[in-house]
């Protein structure tokens, strides 16, 4: 098919190419879900690391690369094309789980969360433009909704899996056997199957009535009202995460829970925030994203602070539940609103400059979490976070439109 003359815009004229970017951003997630769980306790297990600030390494290392890799893939996307892109990020992926199979040092780990980053950039955000490309300005909410939803409940999902794997069989290596097959099935879906959409923006470009930025990096970062305040509560949404990601595990430890507990707690925040969106992604094509963006980071900041005084495994479900009903309604609204206030021609480097500030935010989360964590605690650690979080949602209460 020709798609420079046949190409339509909208969910349902593009439903199969849609439907095949959910399933490949399905395999993206699983990816990040493979470390999930493990990889804290391998550290403190398998090479005797302490100090939480160096458990936290690999997570710093993963946000720096996957940020920087974003505002490239967003930068480069028109000129190189999206599809090319997401195919090497596959290429980029396919080392990762086996060098955490054999990893004999934690270099090791972290040199392979620098290719994770790398194939994270390239593969999510490449999806995330292809699918805004494919529907048009109608259900941009619903298509970053679905986007979201597969990749974050494949985490939650591959996050149990290699819980109870890791539980049954031990952290190595059995866990990692499942990222082989993630990167092999994602990369060949890429390259057989997946077209390019550039098409797509340049028959919505003739009808765009959306000005264009002069300088999309400096107000895709802050100068624009809305498009900084979503950028900055972007930062804030992964630094509690990252802080979830890497400390949570070690906090459930301390409180004695075995590890089947401690993957049921940490898979239950990203499955209900994967699944959330289902149902928050189409919500941001009718309500107001301002105040889904408010509430949303008002209930994470509330639940974080939470744990902080919670104590048993139903508690601690509950507010898991609580975070990924916070996160699931800005995620997807996040990504509705920098389209919404972008050029289809800026859009894709504008998205890349929002996901670099949002993914620093795991390296940024991590480095302020595991240095609080060893110096006061790991409970102050958590408080701060939560704290912060709660300061985003005013910042987007009182500067956004």
Known sequence: MDLNTNSRLGLKANWRQFSLLVIVNGFVGAMVGLERTILPEIAEAEFLIAAKTAILSFIIVFGVTKA????????????????????????????????????????????????LGVNQGLT???????????????????????????GYLAVGTVAFLTGWIAAEYGLRPYPFYLGIGFAVIGLLLSVVFIRDTIHHVNLETTHSEVQKLKRVFWETTWKHPDLGSISQAGLVNNLNDGMIWGLLPILLSMRDFDF?????????????????????GKLADHL???????????????????????????????????????????????????????????????IGVF??????????????????ADTL???????????????????IKVRMN
């Open 288 to 350: 107001v994203k301002k105040s889904m963006l408010f509430w949303g980071m008002l209930i994470q900041g509330l639940a974080i602070v939470a744990m902080v005084y919670s104590e048993s495994f139903f508690q601690f479900v509950a507010l898991g539940i609580v975070l990924g009903l916070g996160t699931a309604i800005v995620y997807p609204t996040f990504l509705a609103a920098i389209a919404d206030y972008t050029h289809p021609q800026q859009r894709a480097e504008s």
């Open 68 to 115: 920087i890799t974003n505002y490239y893939t967003g930068a480069l996307a028109n000129r190189l094309g999206r599809k090319n892109l997401l195919t090497i990020g596959w290429l980029v992926g396919l080392p990762v789980p086996v060098i955490l199979i054999y990893a004999s040092s934690w270099d090791w780990i972290v040199a392979a969360n620098v290719l």
């Open 377 to 395: 605690g790991i409970q102050y650690s958590v408080l701060l976070i939560g704290i912060v979080t709660v300061i985003s949602s005013l910042i």
């Open 355 to 372: 996901r670099l500030w949002r993914d620093l935010g795991y390296a940024i989360g991590a480095l302020v979490s595991g240095i609080i």
């Open 260 to 280: 089947a507990e401690i993957g049921k707690i940490v898979a239950i925040y990203p499955i209900v925030w994967g699944s959330g969106q289902l149902f928050t």
């Open 124 to 150: 999510w955000s490449s999806t995330v433009v292809m699918k805004i490309d494919l529907v048009g300005e109608k259900n941009r909410g619903l298509a970053m909704g679905l986007n979201e939803s597969a």
